[in-house]
T-cell receptor, first 113, second 112 residues
Framework: ETGVTQTPRHLVMGMTNKKSLKCEQH?????MYWYKQSAKKPLELMFV???????ENNSVPSRFSPECPNSSHLFLHLHTLQPEDSALYLC????????????FGPGTRLTVL | GNSVTQMEGPVTLSEEAFLTINCTYT??????LFWYVQYPGEGLQLLLK?????DKGSNKGFEATYRKETTSFHLEKGSVQVSDSAVYFC???????????FGGGTRVLVKP
């Protein structure tokens, strides 16, 4: 595997389900990001991790819970989501936070019924 | 705060036509500017960037010039191909940190 991978690529879940999105980067980076891409809205930054420590939470509801066990892996745990949370969730990574290019994964298309 | 405004799509054009996607921004200080491209079913890829005024970013036949006087970073390509069909995002990164602010994206459809 190369670059940034995300699993699953597609996920359908009910509002009472608990699921997790996984992101893995194979680039040796130490910063990782979660973005939300909704229809007809700009890409929204959700969370930023640097060296496994969360450095930014962009006022994201607590039904989204990120986890970064190491610099290569990032999870987004989902619990009691709403239909309006349906979107494409993109993971990205970069070498540090000091203005280096972010590399994006292909995203997980989430549908909440 | 920072913001990016880009033209709404979809933009539909024929192969070999000239493409322009307008992008303007609001930011304090001297941001870096980017164009990302998202092909169907894929994540975003960096297309080109410019880090200071009057810089021109270029890649794959695409160009954009950082115009501080008009706070713009318009994307252009002289002759598009069907394979250029994608969604294009203009973005900026403020002078401090690594937070990217994106525009809403412009879908481009090139027909043979």
């Amino acid at each position: 595997e190369t670059g940034v991978t995300q699993t699953p690529r597609h996920l359908v879940m009910g509002m009472t389900n608990k699921k997790s999105l996984k992101c893995e980067q194979h680039l040796g980076h130490n910063a990782m990001y979660w973005y939300k891409q909704s229809a007809k809205k700009p890409l929204e930054l959700m969370f930023v991790y640097n060296f496994k420590e969360q450095t930014e939470n962009n006022s994201v509801p607590s039904r989204f819970s990120p986890e970064c066990p190491n610099s290569s892996h990032l999870f987004l745990h989902l619990h009691t989501l709403q239909p309006e949370d349906s979107a494409l969730y993109l993971c990205a990574s970069s070498q540090g936070l000091a203005g280096n290019e972010q590399f994006f994964g292909p995203g997980t298309r989430l549908t909440v019924l | 705060g920072n913001s990016v405004t880009q033209m709404e799509g979809p933009v539909t054009l024929s192969e070999e036509a000239f493409l322009t996607i307008n992008c303007t921004y609001t930011a304090t200080g001297y941001p870096s500017l980017f164009w990302y491209v998202q092909y169907p079913g894929e994540g975003l890829q960096l297309l080109l960037k410019a880090t200071k005024a009057d810089d021109k970013g270029s890649n794959k036949g695409f160009e954009a010039t950082y115009r501080k006087e008009t706070t713009s970073f318009h994307l252009e390509k002289g002759s598009v191909q069907v394979s250029d069909s994608a969604v294009y995002f203009c973005a900026l990164r403020g002078a401090a940190g690594n937070k990217l602010t994106f525009g809403g994206g412009t879908r481009v459809l090139v027909k043979p």
